[in-house]
């Protein structure tokens, strides 16, 4: 399994899976979840009405993943999970690990081979870019040896800054 990064758009990127930095009522925002929601279509906010009217009433929890179709973007599923907002008194670091993990072994269970990943919870939930680029790569490290089907995990980074705080966290994690 390689990890690579690069700098864009994540509703561009041709994948398998692209993961959706979304919030738990599953029925859009801003960031990264608006733009995967208006460039894929209605499909995906239908099923996830559905998911809502299901399995997660309640909304989907922090830390949790759940898949839908990709509607019309270059992807087959749209895997959607929840960071946590950032807090200063509650470390909630288990927290975002479990979005990259939770994420990474659905897109495992559906059979997907790559697999593309917003910089989860260092936008409107205000998480430090490099605590969170340090958590997503070495939540990958550490998952990696249950991942048969994913071959490729890709973070796509939004800006200049993104990238070079997951360069750097990259090298030093060994992933
Ligand atoms: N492609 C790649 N990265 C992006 C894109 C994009 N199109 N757009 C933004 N980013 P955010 P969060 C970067 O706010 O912090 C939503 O309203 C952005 O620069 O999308 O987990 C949801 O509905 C940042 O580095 O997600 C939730 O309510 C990163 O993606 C809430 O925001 C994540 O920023 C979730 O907040």
Not at 150 to 174: I, M, N, P
Request: net charge positive; aromatic share 6%; glycine share 10%.
């Amino acid at each position: 399994m390689t990890v690579t990064l690069v700098r864009g758009d994540i509703t561009e990127q041709a994948v398998d899976a692209v993961v959706n930095a979304a919030n738990s009522s599953l029925l859009g925002g801003g960031g990264v979840d608006g733009a995967i929601h208006r460039r894929g279509g209605p499909a995906i906010l239908e099923e996830c009405r559905a998911l809502r009217a299901s399995r997660y009433r309640g909304g989907l929890p922090a830390g949790e993943a759940v898949a839908t179709t990709a509607g019309r973007l270059p992807a087959r599923w749209v895997i959607h999970t929840v960071g946590p907002v950032h807090s200063l008194s509650e470390d909630r670091s288990h927290l975002l690990a479990s979005c990259y993990r939770s994420s990474l072994l659905l897109a495992e269970e559906l059979g997907a081979r790559s697999v593309a990943f917003p910089a989860i919870s260092t936008g409107v939930y205000r998480w430090p870019l490099d605590d969170g680029a340090r958590i997503a790569l070495t939540t990958v490290r550490d998952t990696r040896s249950r991942l048969e089907q994913v071959k490729e995990v890709r973070f796509v980074l939004f800006d200049s800054t993104a990238y070079a705080h997951f360069e750097r966290a990259l090298r030093e994690s060994g992933a």
